[in-house]
T-cell receptor
């Protein structure tokens, strides 16, 4: 266990559905991240939250909407996704930006 | 642009052999480097890290070597075991970035 928990582990959704991914960290960290991992590609940074404030958005499409209600919880709200959005979505946290990240197990998302 | 990359996409070894996974980084100003292991269905797990003021760092069965002259990072795994089979990522911390930059990964396959 890394101290970062993601739910659900697997998600299948249609292009018109709305769903949310949840991440919770029990490490007392003050920065949390969403990454997208597609086959044969490096990890792609989507969003960064530091002290509950979004500090980086890396040009992610608006069909992905993050929410960070407190330093321990992070959500990724999904709506009208495309099949190419199918990927493993990883949450991570750190106590010091730019250093070791602690990852959750990810949500494997399939968009039909 | 600058990126982190890996020389070998797949490395196959016999159980008990020593494994060496290589990584080339392109940002000479990066001062922190890290290796992750990702098993199937799991998120990346921290293995070992090293700062730029060091050339070598050892952990349990693993050693990371940093050659700043040629911007090369390697991970050595001693007495490789089947449980070491996974994808291994290197990452760097370029200055001015809020998080790590990841390479594509190398698949390590260990045969009994």
């Amino acid at each position: 266990e890394t101290g970062v928990t993601q739910t659900p582990r697997h998600l299948v959704m249609g292009m018109t559905n709305k769903k949310s991914l949840k991440c919770e960290q029990h490490l007392g960290h003050n920065a949390m991240y969403w990454y997208k991992q597609s086959a044969k590609k490096p990890l792609e940074l989507m969003f960064v939250y530091s002290l509950e404030e979004r500090v980086e958005n890396n040009s992610v499409p608006s069909r992905f909407s993050p929410e960070c209600p407190n330093s321990s919880h992070l959500f990724l709200h999904l709506h009208t996704l495309q099949p190419e959005d199918s990927a493993l979505y990883l949450c991570a946290s750190t106590g010091q930006k730019g250093e070791k990240l602690f990852f959750g197990s990810g949500t494997q998302l399939s968009v039909l | 642009g600058e990126s982190v990359g890996l020389h070998l996409p797949t490395l196959s070894v016999q159980e008990g052999d020593n494994s060496i996974i290589n990584c080339a980084y392109s940002n000479s100003a990066s001062d922190y480097f890290i290796w992750y292991k990702q098993e199937s269905g799991k998120g990346p797990q921290f293995i070992i890290d090293i700062r730029s003021n060091m050339d070598k760092r050892q952990g349990q069965r693993v050693t990371v070597l940093l050659n700043k002259t040629v911007k090369h990072l390697s991970l050595q795994i001693a007495a490789t075991q089947p449980g070491d089979s996974a994808v291994y990522f290197c990452a760097e911390n370029p200055p001015g970035y809020s998080t790590l930059t990841f390479g594509k990964g190398t698949m390590l396959l260990v045969s009994p």
